[in-house]
Every structure is written in structure tokens, then in C-alpha cells.
């Protein structure tokens, strides 16, 4: 099967990373776009780009009638879906075939064979390969949940048989929580995929995330390419992957390939797929899915091996037999990456939506970084919120995590809240670095009530404060404060990071130094003039670099690998209450409504569900706040609402 020009069905890094490949094989690509991703830096990394036309996913990246047509109209002979999206879906696959185009991907039968979950765990019981407990049957009431998941035992895990990423999904650990988990991860299955059928599976406690690439080709070879331990995750959605997992041995490595491999043969599969399986304490493994397709975390395999996976695919698409067999598969260091999110870690996790300032990714040895952004690039509500994967490869494990954490605190991203500073904590929490994280880690020691929003260090103010000093001296030319005698009076500044304030006094000297205060602190402060969203600064002596960018009536400031958007409000007048406090319940972010629980007049109580916002591919339960009778609810089903736009108010009862 020969082809010249392939369409890449998908987005964003995704897209990215599969033209740098084809393009270095010498093949042409198209891309596709949606009308917000018209200027996005995937549609500029392909030769040819066709629009879809709108903007949410269900329109444009997944509407499989558009996206042929665009093939059609470049004249590509072969489609790539990358990762996400339409690439585990087998009508996509077959629908490829049936206009003549390569699908550069397994076969419509192995993945229509895995795109279910319950049906993949019968397959995968018949094939010996082993699973977790559960049910898996077609009888799909609630009551029969129910009496299933007391049957199992709780605690349980209720998932949606279709599809992945952590959506429609939820863990169950009391017997009264079962029928409102059962309703929302039904909800939420059928809104993401289009089914609402759930399977059921005992919860393994404290157990690894571990998953075995898989390959195979059109001449009966498969073969495994070790495992990625993804433990460390957050709503069942993986966070840090490395390559290998610090708890697999040459022996179990071997036992859970040897499943894998089999998995894949029970399925006739073709291409890259990951297997996976949770890994208990004691060393026993069970499977949990396949994902007929690339995986996100595909880079740690390739730093591992020194092979380029998408090139294998291009390779299997083609008919040709796959570069290595098992026995000369390598595996060389140690590879870690995260997952980079514009996301509010200290807010829910709150997805952030926004323009991207300034981006510039770390560089070095054993560095790299997967993304799709580019300076003044937006962030938009229609998909998922990743920025980019920062990946770090190193002899030791310990190189590996020590690298990455500095590559994170080296990366620059200047816009939307990111989950950067997180990320660097885990990486060198005691546990992480133990090698000892499991699927309990985060819930374990970042817990919702224990993290905090870091905050600004006097470096951060002093900057700051210098900054609106610097600018407002020059745009007026002249010194800022008032006279007395002939010195003249030092000027006092407000300045606010969220909900934190601070005054910043500066008194510019004779030598063109400025003696500042902030709080307790007392320094001297030199700055200089930014450029190329840089600036030089020194306190008492000590010269330092920072990234920074002008915005508004502030500035957003990249230091010491925390990035901080500081505000001058010196000016600023007095403000009213949030009215998040009297009953006004406001949409967190850019999204589309996609149930109204209550109208005017109900009456409701303090954590009632209100209204549901679907963003970024999570649906976010609006509650109300206090007891009362809600007044109005200006918002209806399907409608696209911006941030801050209000949901619904209630009338607090007295």
C-alpha cells in the first residue's frame, strides 16, 4: 500500500509531532482545522490545511463526513488520526477504506474488538490474558448496577465502556454514593462518546498504572516495546509517565509483554496499541484496556528505545514488516514526562482558557518538548487544555525526574494559569522521588484542601513594583511621588496577585537605583529595560533574569519557575462584595450548557447541582451556595456561554 500525502485528522501537538515525522520521511501532509484553530500552529506545520468549519469538536474534528471531504479536496491518499479524537473509532477506520484511503492505523475489526470495554474484557477473559473482577453484561438498568457493584464489593470503579481519558468515570466507595455516580458517569459517557454504557470493576487499592506498548504488522509479527508506569494521575487522567517503571523487573517486564503481545494477537491487531493493566502490590497485574492507537505518552518509549513510533506506523501503513524483532529491542535511561495544562490547580483544577503571551520551551540534552503553541496563541473552551508535554530523558531515574523539574521551572508560558508549579512539586515530593508513587499519590498528598496557591516571594513584588515604576517614569518623564524640599517623597504603590495585595514604596536615588520596601523587606532594587520579553534585574547587587510581559494596567512575570500576573491597583476604587456570596452563581469559565436542573421559583438547598457546564471535555456541576428559591436562571440547554457570564441567582433564605 503506497501513499505520498497524508491528512492528519486531529489538532495541536498531536498534529505537530506526526508532521515532523512524515515530513522527515519525505511525505506531504494536510491539516485540518476548526474556525478557532485557523492560525494555530499546526495548521502552519503542514504543506496544505483545509477548514472544517465551526468549532466544537462534534462539528469539526469529529464530524467524519468533513474531514473526508477534506482528504478528497488536497488529494490525500491516507489519513493519520493521531491520538484522541476519531483515532480509536472503527467507522472512522472503515469509512477511510471505503474511499480509498490508507488508514494509518490498526483494522476497523481489532478496533471496534477494544473500543468496548466490556466486550474487549470478554475477549480478554477467553484469551487467558488477566482482568480485573467486575461485570460486563448488556443488562444496563440501574437497579442490576446496583446489585453488580454490591456483588463486587465496593469500593468499585463505574466506567464507561466506551472511550477513555478519565471521562465517565467515577470511583465508588459507599453504598449511597452508587446511584448518582451511575447517572452522571452515564451522562457524561453519552455526551463525550455517544453511548452511555458502563461496566463495572472491583477498585484495586493502591495499584499501579502500568501499560505495554504494543506493535505488530500485516506479516504476523508483534512484539512489545516495555512498559510507562502512569500512576501519578488525577481524575483517573494520567499526569507524569516514565519509561520504565521503577517497580518492573527484567521478569515481570517479560510476563505483562508476553500478556500484551497475546492480547494483541487475540485481536488480529495491526500498528501501535498500549495495553493496559493495573500492577498490585504483590506483583499480580490485570488487564484493564487496550487503546487501539499512539498513546500521549509515547515519547518516554521512544527516548527508552531510540525509535521513532510514528515512523513505525508509517512503516506497518505501508505493508512493510516492523524494523525490529523482540529480541533486538533496547532500552537505554531513564524518560519521564508531564503534562503541561492551562489549568488552575489551586481553583478544582479549573480549566484556563486565554491568549498565550509568551511561550518559549526549555532546550537542552535529553530535552524535549511536544507542543503545538505558539506567542499569542489562544486557548479556547472547544477542546482539552493541554499546552504541551515536556519530556526529559537522563541515565538514572534520578537524572531523568532532576532534569525535568528543571526543564518545567526553564519553560516560559505567559497567559492562562498552567499547573507548571505543581508539576515541579510532584517531581521532587520525597514519594515521586522514592520511586513509591501509585494511583493514590496525588489523592494522597495533594488533596484539594491542602493546596494552596503559591505565593509571590519579594523578588516577585519588587519586580513587579519596579516594572509599573520604570514604565509610568518613562511614558510620563518624569519622577513619580510628590516633592518636599528638594527630595522628592517616595512613591507608594498597591499591586495585586488575585486576592493578594501588597504595597511596594520606592524612593529612585541619585545613582538611578531605587530603595525599595515591600512588606518587612527592605532593598535596593536595580532594573533594567525589558526586551524580547526579558528584563535584567539585581536586588542588593544580585543580578538576576526574569521573563516578563506588559498587560493592561500590570504585568505578568516568570520568575523562579513561577509565573504571576500582578496588577497596579493604586488607583483602583474600593470594590463591592464578590457576588459569588449573595446567591449570583457565575460560569467559571468559557463553555456550553448542557443541562438546566432547576427553574425560577424551585426551591434548593446549600450543594444542589443547578446547572451543568461542559468545558475543555469535563462537565463542571454549577451548586448552589446557601439554601434558598432560585429567582432566575438566564441560561438554556445547548447555549455557548463566556466566563464570568451569570448561570443562574438564587434568593438566600434568611
Avoid at 122 to 143: E, L, W
Avoid at 385 to 412: F, N, Q, S
Avoid at 584 to 601: C, S
Amino acid at each position: 500500500m503506497t501513499f505520498s500525502k497524508i491528512l492528519i485528522a486531529n489538532r495541536g501537538e498531536i498534529a505537530c509531532r506526526i508532521a515532523r515525522t512524515a515530513r522527515m520521511l519525505g511525505y506531504r501532509t494536510v491539516a485540518v482545522f476548526s474556525d478557532a484553530d485557523q492560525d494555530a500552529l499546526h495548521v502552519a506545520a503542514c504543506d496544505e490545511a483545509v477548514g472544517l468549519g465551526g468549532n466544537l469538536a462534534g462539528e469539526t474534528y469529529l464530524d467524519i463526513a468533513k474531514v473526508l471531504a477534506a482528504a478528497q479536496a488536497a488529494g490525500a491518499d491516507a489519513v493519520h488520526p493521531g491520538y484522541g479524537f476519531l483515532s480509536e473509532n472503527a467507522a472512522f477506520a472503515q469509512a477511510c477504506s471505503d474511499a480509498g484511503l490508507v488508514f494509518i492505523g490498526p483494522p476497523p475489526a481489532a478496533i471496534d474488538a477494544m473500543g468496548n470495554k466490556a466486550a474487549a474484557k470478554r475477549r480478554m477473559i477467553d484469551a487467558d490474558v488477566p482482568c480485573v473482577p467486575g461485570y460486563q453484561g448488556n443488562d444496563q438498568s440501574d437497579a442490576l448496577l446496583i446489585a453488580e457493584a454490591k456483588k463486587i464489593g465496593l469500593p468499585i470503579m463505574v466506567k464507561a465502556a466506551a472511550g477513555g481519558g478519565g471521562r465517565g468515570m467515577r470511583l465508588v466507595n459507599t453504598e449511597s454514593d452508587l446511584a448518582e455516580a451511575i447517572r452522571t458517569a452515564r451522562d457524561e459517557a453519552t455526551n463525550a462518546f455517544g453511548s452511555g454504557e458502563l461496566i463495572l470493576e472491583k477498585a484495586i487499592v493502591d495499584a499501579r498504572h502500568v501499560e505495554i506498548q504494543v506493535f505488530a504488522d500485516a506479516h504476523g509479527n508483534v512484539v512489545h516495546l516495555g512498559e510507562r508506569d502512569c500512576s501519578v494521575q488525577r481524575r483517573h487522567q494520567k499526569v507524569i509517565e516514565e519509561a520504565p517503571s521503577p517497580v518492573v523487573d527484567a521478569a515481570l517486564r517479560h510476563r505483562m509483554g508476553t500478556a500484551a503481545v497475546a492480547a494483541a494477537r487475540a485481536i488480529g491487531y495491526r500498528g501501535a496499541g498500549t495495553v493496559e493493566f493495573l500492577l498490585g502490590k504483590d506483583g499480580s497485574f490485570y488487564f484493564l484496556e487496550m487503546n487501539t492507537r499512539l498513546q500521549v505518552e509515547h515519547p518516554v518509549t521512544e527516548m527508552i528505545t531510540g525509535q521513532d513510533l510514528v515512523a513505525w506506523q508509517l512503516a506497518v501503513a505501508a505493508g512493510d514488516a516492523l524494523p525490529l524483532q523482540q529480541d533486538e529491542i533496547r532500552f537505554t535511561g531513564h524518560a519521564i514526562e508531564v503534562r503541561l495544562y492551562a489549568e488552575d490547580p489551586y481553583n478544582g483544577f479549573l480549566p484556563q482558557t486565554g491568549t498565550v503571551s509568551v511561550w518559549r520551551p526549555a532546550e537542552g540534552t535529553g530535552l524535549r518538548v511536544d507542543h503545538g503553541v505558539r506567542n499569542g496563541q489562544v486557548i479556547s473552551p472547544y477542546y482539552d487544555p493541554m499546552i504541551a508535554k515536556v519530556i526529559a530523558h537522563g541515565a538514572t531515574r534520578a537524572d531523568a525526574a532532576r532534569k525535568l523539574a528543571r526543564a518545567l521551572e526553564d519553560t516560559v508560558v505567559l497567559g492562562p494559569t498552567t499547573n507548571k508549579h505543581l508539576l515541579v512539586t510532584m517531581l521532587r515530593h520525597p514519594v515521586f522521588v522514592a520511586g513509591d508513587a501509585t494511583t493514590a499519590f496525588i489523592g494522597d498528598h495533594f488533596p484539594p484542601a491542602a493546596l494552596t496557591a503559591p505565593t509571590p516571594t519579594a523578588a516577585h513584588w519588587a519586580l513587579a513594583g519596579g516594572l509599573v515604576y520604570e514604565t509610568a517614569r518613562v511614558q510620563t518623564g518624569a519622577l513619580l511621588g510628590g516633592w518636599r524640599n528638594s527630595n522628592p517623597v517616595a512613591t507608594l504603590l498597591r499591586l495585586r496577585v488575585g486576592s493578594t495585595r501588597q504595597e511596594i514604596q520606592l524612593d529612585r536615588r541619585a545613582d538611578g537605583t531605587l530603595a525599595a520596601v515591600a512588606g518587612d523587606t527592605t532593598f535596593i532594587l536595580q532594573i533594567g529595560t525589558p526586551r524580547d520579553a526579558q528584563v535584567r534585574f539585581a536586588i542588593d547587587g544580585v543580578w538576576r533574569q526574569a521573563h516578563v510581559h506588559a498587560i493592561g494596567d500590570g504585568w505578568l512575570i516568570e520568575l523562579d519557575g513561577l509565573s504571576l500576573a500582578f496588577a497596579d491597583v493604586t488607583h483602583e476604587a474600593p470594590q463591592s462584595a464578590d457576588a459569588a456570596g449573595d446567591g449570583t452563581l457565575r460560569a467559571p469559565m468559557d463553555g456550553r450548557i448542557v443541562a438546566v436542573k432547576v427553574a425560577a421559583g424551585d426551591a434548593v438547598v446549600r450543594g444542589q447541582t443547578l446547572v451543568v457546564l461542559e468545558a475543555m471535555k469535563m462537565q463542571h456541576q454549577i451548586r448552589a451556595t446557601a439554601d434558598g428559591t432560585i429567582a432566575s436562571v438566564p441560561v438554556k440547554e445547548g447555549e455557548q456561554v463566556p466566563a464570568r457570564a451569570i448561570l443562574a441567582t438564587v434568593t438566600i433564605a434568611p
